[in-house]
């Protein structure tokens, strides 16, 4: 025990005895849409808006390289032959370069919406190696619905339910290789706008919890802080006011003007007619692992 001191060993003990789980799961609420809808009907409601996005990996458009697909697609290691599972694959940003890549891609989703545009995206590129899995994670999972993939990745889709579950079935279907974001700052408008209306005092991130979970299952993650690239735009003020008002409670309706007043001077009205727009950076934790290095 030469070089180990009481003080350290205890230290190490009590580090495996805190209960990070429960810790992401205080801090994940403000990361995530706390409303009457179910999680179908949240990512049905929002499909179109997500499924624009998609067209920027498509054959011939250019791709800002400092955007979150970008920056995730040079970290995302595919080889030849490796098949990839997208948890919360959405309408195809990440599935659909990948499925160039990988021999296939298994494109898992709550939402019917987003697996539709995502096929339909799909067959206009005509990519026949993605399979589509229509459920949660957490009923995939239990059902045994999807099997060992190469690579598994859980992109800004792992935000509420059973994490420790979540994570341990990732780790043990994880071939080669596991990836997942999780939220530090949304959209660039995020923070600033919250501040604006009195909601500005935490900071706080869930990524931490995370990385201490994977840990204490004898895991060695790495942890990117990535920094990418977002331009928003919203035909009007009230639908700006939507975009913030789905991923945290109910804006009482002073905190309503008080924001009105914030995004009017701050978005910029681009266009006839105008819509309302803003750049800046989002902010995101990547926390990944081959396991070969474990």
């Known amino acids: 025990m030469r070089g180990r001191t009481a003080f350290t060993m205890e230290r190490e003990m009590d580090f495996d005895l805190i209960d990070w789980e429960a810790m992401w799961r205080a801090e994940s609420v403000h ?16 499909a179109d808006s997500f499924g624009k996005r998609v067209n920027r990996v498509k054959d011939g ?25 997208d948890i919360g694959c959405g309408p195809g940003t990440l599935a659909i370069p990948l499925a ?13 919406e987003m697996l539709r545009q995502l096929e339909s995206q799909a067959d206009s590129l005509s990519l026949t190696n993605i399979r589509y899995v229509h459920s949660s994670w957490e009923e995939a999972f239990a059902g045994s619905a999807v099997c060992s ?20 079935h990732i780790a043990a279907i994880a071939r080669e290789a596991a990836y997942i974001t999780s939220p530090i700052i949304h959209l660039p408008l995020d923070w600033e706008a919250y501040a604006a209306i009195g ?15 994977l840990f204490q299952m004898g895991i ?19 639908e700006a006011i939507d975009d913030l008002q789905w991923r945290t409670v109910p804006f009482s ?14 978005l910029r009205q681009i266009g006839d007619p105008a819509v309302f727009t803003h750049e800046g950076r ?12 474990q």
């Not at 993939?149 to 341990?168: C, F, Q, Y």
């Not at 989002?282 to 290095?293: G, P, T």
Request: aromatic share 8%; with cysteine; net charge positive.
């Open 31 to 46: 990361s995530y849409p706390r409303n009457n809808m179910s999680p179908k009907e949240l990512w049905d409601k929002r």
């Open 61 to 85: 458009e250019a791709r800002d390289k400092h955007d979150y697909i970008s920056q995730m697609l040079e970290r995302i290691e595919v080889r030849p032959g490796w098949t990839v599972l």
């Open 100 to 112: 160039r890549r990988a021999a296939s891609v298994t494109a898992l989703d709550v939402s019917s």
């Open 149 to 168: 993939h190469d690579v598994v990745i859980a992109s800004r889709s792992l935000m509420s339910g059973d994490i420790g579950t979540a994570v341990s």
């Open 199 to 213: 909601r500005g005092d935490r900071r706080h991130s869930p990524y931490i919890c995370l990385y201490n979970m």
């Open 220 to 238: 060695q993650a790495n942890v990117e802080i990535l920094h990418p690239k977002v331009r928003v735009e919203f035909p009007s003020i009230e």
């Open 253 to 266: 309706s002073d905190e309503k003007a008080r924001l009105r007043e914030f995004l009017q001077g701050k």
């Open 282 to 293: 989002s902010k995101w934790a990547l926390i990944w692992w081959r396991k070969r290095d």
